[in-house]
């Protein structure tokens, strides 16, 4: 499969995400099940969003990575009547690399600021999107 059929697929498959140049790979690690974060080749560190130069260092030798997914929760929020606390994730590639997604396999009510947790996938319309679970 070429680049080109790659990025294809991606547009046919997330249709309703404004996707371009820089976060590309981002959609494209999706369908492999793959949690992709921008890596600087220069200085080693990680950033989001998606961006084609790092803005530590300026350099323009960057690289979507996969990252393990394995985090704490930094913070969290329930929506009334929710089946699943959103949360942001504090990854262990980076102390200020954050990921954003459901807490899976637990209440609501059991998350807690500081709890471990591990990439998980959900099923949303066909598509793989990130998850967390408890560690």
Known sequence: MT?????????????TEWIDRDNVEFYRGLLRSELLVN???DCTK?????????????SSNVTP???????VVHTFTVAPRAEHALAVVSLAEQDDLR??????????ADVDIGMAVELDWLDRRG????????A
């Open 46 to 58: 990680w950033f989001q969003p998606p961006w084609p130069t790092c803005p530590n260092c300026w």
């Open 127 to 134: 598509n793989p999107v990130p998850a967390f679970k408890p």
């Open 99 to 108: 990921a954003t997604g459901l807490v899976v396999g637990v209440a609501p």
């Open 3 to 15: 680049a080109e059929a790659a990025s294809e697929e991606v547009f046919d498959r997330f249709t």
């Open 65 to 71: 990575t996969a990252v393990s997914g394995k985090g």
């Open 39 to 41: 890596r600087c080749g």
